[in-house]
């Protein structure tokens, strides 16, 4: 994902409330160059991120439509203490106007 | 989601831990006259489902690929001694043999 145009954002998904991550959209949606948007997340966060985008796309901005959804694995540094990595599973859900 | 023929099946992934879904999708891509499966998921289950396909694709059956992902939003019941019913977002992940 190298593509950071003005035409395109992307918007990482944490642990605040969907309505935050919701706010983001619209505002990324509200700019009239812009296209695309990708909202990233992972781990836990993954269902917020589900949840923000539903939530956008029913209410706010109509004519957003989900274009692909990509979900995958990323290596972590082990936590304090422990000697192993962790896996986290990411997911990647890429939004076009219709 | 209309198919259920016995080239195809629906795992339901609800809070059990991840890995009693990886097992479900184990077996079902153990069959060999098993082409398609899908993993679906609502609310904070959706994590579960990305975190057992992610697993099971990575450690168990490595030629079985993520076709496609699709969300979405379900309108529940009202929990009891309320009076609005709830919106819920959904996960279809559809896996195949590569």
């Keep these: 994902m190298s593509k950071k145009s003005s035409d395109s954002k ?3 998904v944490g642990r605040k409330p969907p309505m ?3 706010l983001a959209i619209v505002t ?5 160059e812009i296209k695309e948007a990708t909202v990233k997340a992972r781990g836990r966060s993954i269902t917020t991120a589900v949840d923000a985008v539903e939530i956008t796309r029913r209410k706010f901005v109509k004519e ?5 959804v990509v979900i995958g694995t990323e290596e972590m540094p082990p936590r304090e203490g422990e000697s192993n990595s962790r896996n986290i599973s990411t997911i990647e859900i890429t939004l076009k106007r219709s």
Tied chains: 1, 2.
Excluded: E, K, L, N
């Excluded at 990324?28 to 009239?32: D, H, I, K, N």
């Excluded at 957003?64 to 692909?68: P, S």
């Design 10 to 12: 992307i918007i990482y």
């Design 28 to 32: 990324a949606f509200s700019g009239a």
């Design 20 to 22: 935050d991550y919701v």
């Design 64 to 68: 957003m439509i989900v274009d692909t």
